[in-house]
C-alpha cells in the first residue's frame, strides 16, 4: 500500500503564501516515489497580500485556503479536518506564508505565536509518532511544535538562526542540498529558498527531505 502525507500550504505565492515551487517540488517527488497526498491549508485571512511583481502590499484581503487551492489545483481541505490517523506523514512548504499567516515569526522573531489549527495537526502527527518535514523558514516553528533542543535548520543565516535558538530549539546550520534529521523526533528539515539561487538546487534538498520522510514512515 502506498504511503499517503499530509502537505500543508500557507496561500499562493513566495511573499504572502506557500513558496509556489517548494509546494510543487514535494507533491512532485511523493508522486514519483509512489506515495500519494493531500493538500490541506487553514481556513484564515492572510496577514496581507502582496504585488509579487513590485513587493508593495495591496489593499485587499485573501484567504489562505482559497489561494492555496490555486497550487492544489482544487484538491484541498481546511486543516481543521486533517486526520493524522489518515496520513504516514505530514510535510509543511516554505515561503513567507509559512512565517506570516502559519505563525507570525516574520512579525515577532523569537516571540512568534503559532496559528491554533497548526499545532494541533503537527501535534497529532509527534503524538502518533509520525515524520514531520519543515522547509525554508517553517523551521522557525520546530521550538513551539516540539519543544526545546529540538535539531532543524534554516541553512546559515544567523540572525534567524539565533531567534530560532530563542525559542529552544536547536540550530544546525546546512547547505541547500542536505537535510537536517531529528531522528528521535521524527523531524526532517531543509533549507530550500532559504539558499536556493535556482529551482534545481532547491529541488536536491527537498527530494531528500520526502524521501526520508516516507523512509520515517
Do not use: W
Not at 50 to 59: A, D, F, K, L
Not at 125 to 150: E, R, S, Y
Amino acid at each position: 500500500m502506498s504511503k499517503k502525507i499530509a502537505v500543508v500550504l500557507s496561500g499562493c505565492g513566495v511573499f504572502d503564501g506557500a513558496e509556489i515551487h517548494e509546494s510543487v517540488l514535494t507533491l512532485l517527488r511523493l508522486d514519483q516515489q509512489g506515495a500519494t497526498y493531500q493538500c490541506f491549508a487553514p481556513d484564515i485571512s492572510q496577514h496581507h497580500v502582496v504585488n509579487h511583481i513590485t513587493g508593495e502590499e495591496m489593499p485587499e484581503k485573501r484567504n489562505v485556503l482559497i489561494e492555496s487551492a490555486r497550487i492544489a489545483r482544487g484538491e484541498i481541505e481546511p486543516l481543521s479536518k486533517l486526520d493524522a490517523g489518515d496520513f504516514d506523514g505530514i510535510i509543511l512548504p516554505g515561503g513567507f506564508g509559512a512565517a506570516k499567516n502559519l505563525c507570525d515569526f516574520a512579525f515577532k522573531d523569537s516571540e512568534l505565536t503559532v496559528e491554533s489549527s497548526v499545532i494541533q495537526a503537527v501535534q497529532a502527527f509527534i503524538d502518533q509518532q509520525k515524520p514531520v518535514g519543515l522547509a525554508c523558514i517553517a523551521p522557525a516553528m520546530t521550538g513551539i511544535l516540539f519543544g526545546n533542543n529540538a535539531r532543524c535548520t534554516i541553512g546559515n543565516d544567523p540572525d534567524t538562526a539565533s531567534a530560532i535558538e530563542e525559542t529552544g530549539a536547536t540550530h544546525v546550520e546546512c547547505p541547500v542540498n542536505e537535510i537536517v534529521v531529528d531522528e528521535a523526533r521524527k523531524l526532517v528539515t531543509t533549507p530550500a529558498y532559504m539558499l536556493a539561487t535556482r529551482i534545481s538546487e532547491a529541488a536536491e534538498g527537498l527530494f531528500k527531505m520526502v524521501d526520508k520522510i516516507l523512509d520515517l514512515s
